[in-house]
């Protein structure tokens, strides 16, 4: 068996536990109704959010333009998936409505004619949370299903239901017991944008900040309400509801990990096939490698300015031993690590960094656009001078060595 050598940057990621935590997700979108004018984005918006949380390390039922009696099959499905689950999580997009209080959600054949076609064509929320709650430790529940809802005009005109309208009303925490997340597109009793994008404005917020690396999703709704906020010029602040008892990280990377540099061997099949084994990210394998080159990047530092950096201005580095200085100034100061690794104090403490590298503006700007061709490698060995003025080499270099 031939092996092929690849040279690969590994990290030790402590992630958050997808492996030992069992997460289950109901996915329904709904916008083709035949008694109602169509709706642009919910399925879009349910099938990327299905998606997503597939990368989240959830086991995903979704449907989508489903009637009544799919919908039912679909929660039913659901229902004995999600039986001990760590996090139990659904997501909705679709017409939805309210009566007296309660919130409905409507599959894609609800004509609701009168009061009796509310319990045979529409789907209580209320049933789907306690399909959530059976052996579940924690629900996060999310409803983009508060847009303008002809239906419910109808339901309440031609029927006579009373307190039946567009919007949804708010959930009481206790509904979904200890260890609950509800989240809607907008304020209870309002009603909020379907969005003139691929997806609708809560949709999309979500989309960008869920699972965000060691973010939680109290942190993440947050940024979400703001999002959506500001994308409909403050028409549309979503509405969140919290009794989470522990903090929820859907992705959750140890960033101190240590980092390793070494080779890992990708498995031949015999015969001399060049064709590789069709395993699930190998070892080595490139999936492997942009995960920790990704990581990598988060673990480099940050200046504590953005302004543009030139060779002899005073630099604010975020480092009080070398904040307000040069890189000209600091080429001819002493050095505060080790030039090369092991190498014993004695030959360098004390010494100046000119003394030896021979640096000068040219060499230098040599090296610095090394570092900014390949960010992650300021992380591979440390610098005489530190990490960041490294990282302040690649930002001189990116400027044009200036």
């Known amino acids: 068996m031939r092996g092929i050598g690849l040279v690969a940057l590994a990290l030790l990621l402590t992630l958050s536990a997808a492996s030992a935590e069992r997460r289950v997700a109901l996915v329904l979108g709904n916008s083709q109704y035949q008694h109602a004018p169509a709706l642009p984005n919910p399925v879009r918006d349910a099938q990327a959010m299905a998606e997503r949380l597939k ?175 500001k994308a409909t010029a403050g028409k549309q602040r979503p509405w969140i509801n919290v009794s989470l008892t522990t903090e929820v990280v859907l992705h959750k990377i140890d960033l101190n990990a240590p980092l390793i540099v070494g080779e890992a061997t990708a498995p031949q099949p015999e015969g001399g096939s060049d064709v590789r084994n069709a395993t699930a990210n190998p070892p080595g394998s490139a999936d492997d490698a942009q995960l920790a080159l990704n990581v990598l990047r988060q673990k480099i530092p940050k200046l504590a300015s953005d302004d543009p950096i030139f060779f002899d201005h005073p630099i604010d580095f975020g480092d009080p031993e070398i904040d ?44 610095a656009k090394n570092f900014a061709a390949n960010d992650v490698s300021v992380l591979r060995l440390q610098h005489p001078l530190g990490t960041r003025f490294k990282v302040a080499l690649a930002k001189w270099a990116q400027g044009g060595c200036k």
Not at 146 to 152: I, K, Q, V, Y
Not at 324 to 350: N, Q, T, Y
């Open 55 to 229: 990368d989240l390390d959830f086991e995903v039922v979704s449907g989508f333009d489903l009637t009544k009696l799919q919908t039912q099959t679909t929660i039913a499905q659901f229902a004995k998936q999600v039986r001990g689950a760590d996090i139990a999580l659904f997501f909705y997009a679709g017409h939805g409505l309210q009566v007296s209080g309660s919130n409905y959600l409507l599959p894609v054949d609800a004509a609701l004619e009168d009061e009796t076609s509310l319990d045979f064509e529409a789907v209580p929320v209320d049933f789907v949370l306690r399909q959530m709650s059976r052996e579940t430790s924690i629900r996060l529940i999310f409803l983009d299903a508060c847009r303008d809802n002809p239906l419910a005009e109808v339901l309440a005109r031609t029927a006579g239901v009373t307190g039946a309208k567009s919007g949804l009303a708010e959930i009481p925490i206790e509904n979904g017991g200890a260890g609950t997340l509800v989240a809607f597109a907008t304020s209870p009793n309002q009603v909020a944008y379907d969005g003139s994008g691929e997806h609708s404005p809560f949709a999309s917020a979500l989309l960008a900040h869920m699972g965000e690396t060691n973010v939680s999703i109290t942190e993440a709704m947050n940024r979400v309400t703001a999002d959506v906020f």
């Open 324 to 367: 307000g200085k040069s890189i000209a100034e600091l080429i001819k100061s002493k050095p505060r690590f080790s030039p090369v690794e092991g190498l014993d104090k004695s030959v360098w403490e004390g010494k100046h960094c000119d003394g030896c590298h021979q640096w000068n503006e040219a060499r230098l700007c040599e090296q």
